[in-house]
């Protein structure tokens, strides 16, 4: 399992994006990967606020793989503060660039929420910066055991 | 809008700060960009501990742009674990270093709290990692529909 | 106490890591330091499931030092989406890399829960980005003020 496990990669360019309010953020990553020829990247931080979330949880004492089932699924209203968004862009195995997110917010209250993050608008203002990541071997697609989109790193030779 | 939407930035030095009990997080940070001549920067991590946190959520069904009478302040007491400390430091339109951030705590039971930071004192210690961005033609100041302080970002010519 | 509360550090290598289901997070990401070299890293994002989290949070009202009675340990099932880790491996004064690492988690209903982790089980999956830090002068050790392991910056001279 040498280097299946764990592969290094080098820093490409570092972007700072403002996504304005009414706008999607899932969506307009994607269209800024394009825009940029970015294929893989990290969010290194994510401050704003959001509003029309959809987002989803997987239930308690729930067994691999998962499923729809086992999932619980959220459309949350808001506005809320975007306390953090954390996760990669990472190409699929037809090339494409593929987002895997989770949310945290919070709501009037204080009170944080979160999970897997499918869509989300900008509310007031949104604040991303970003790393593109250059690395070779790595690809996203579905776990069988998982049931998830999850990252492979081919062993190295 | 092109060019107007993102920006790339060069890294420049990478910081650990250690803030001490008793001190002030905004306050420390803004003193150790002085001290540095950090212009702008973003928080990579922070953990540790805080108390007397005062940070804002937005009232849920609030409309743009954000007002006072449509946020909720907190003061909560702790302490708390400092589980995460998600901004930026960007200059305002005077070239003065200006923070965004955005605090994450535990409370005794586990429960996740957090909003917009006004201002926390460390209680046991904060270890916070910070990489200098080197960029021209990005500033903070207030959005007229957002109604907060957010980036704006030159177009290119 | 110039140089003594902050410290500037280089980038070193940075590297993608995959957790498999079963398999502990810290436990894990002590064994990749061993086998890379790695002495000190920030984790820079952390996505994935996870259950068995073992983590503490410190009790409202506590006084410091944290000593175990302050604390409040908690056990949780779940299987819950792992919102973010953050935190750093920092070595200690007998030269062996010690984790200081925080965790949020989303439950099934969207709640947000976390604090400083002991210890976690991947469930479907877990991708981890890191960077190296070079650096020379920092070691973690217990604070007899705070109660708990954090970092001292030597004082330059």
Redesign the interface.
């Known amino acids: 399992m040498i280097g299946g ?7 490409g ?9 009414g706008e999607k953020i899932r969506e307009k990553l994607i269209a ?1 990967a394009k825009e ?1 020829g970015v294929k893989n990247a ?8 959001v509003l029309n979330v959809h ?8 067994k ?3 499923t729809p089932p086992r999932m ?1 699924q ?1 459309e ?9 968004l ?3 862009l990472i190409c699929n195995e037809n090339g494409e660039v593929d987002s ?5 917010l ?11 993050l499918f869509e989300a608008e900008v ?3 949104c ?1 991303l ?1 970003l ?1 593109e ?1 250059l ?1 070779e071997g ?1 690809e996203r697609h579905a ?1 069988k ?4 989109q ?4 081919d062993e190295e030779v």
């Open positions: 496990w764990y592969k290094e990669w080098q820093q360019r570092r972007f700072i994006i403002k996504v304005e309010p800024f940029t990290v969010v290194v931080s994510a401050v704003g606020s987002y989803r949880g997987i239930k308690t004492g729930a691999r793989p998962i619980h959220h949350a209203k808001g506005p809320f503060e975007l306390l953090g954390e996760g990669n895997h997110l989770h949310i945290m919070a709501k009037s209250s204080g009170e944080v929420i979160g999970g897997h509310f007031a203002s604040e910066l790393t990541m690395v790595i776990s055991s998982g049931g998830t999850t990252i492979f790193i």
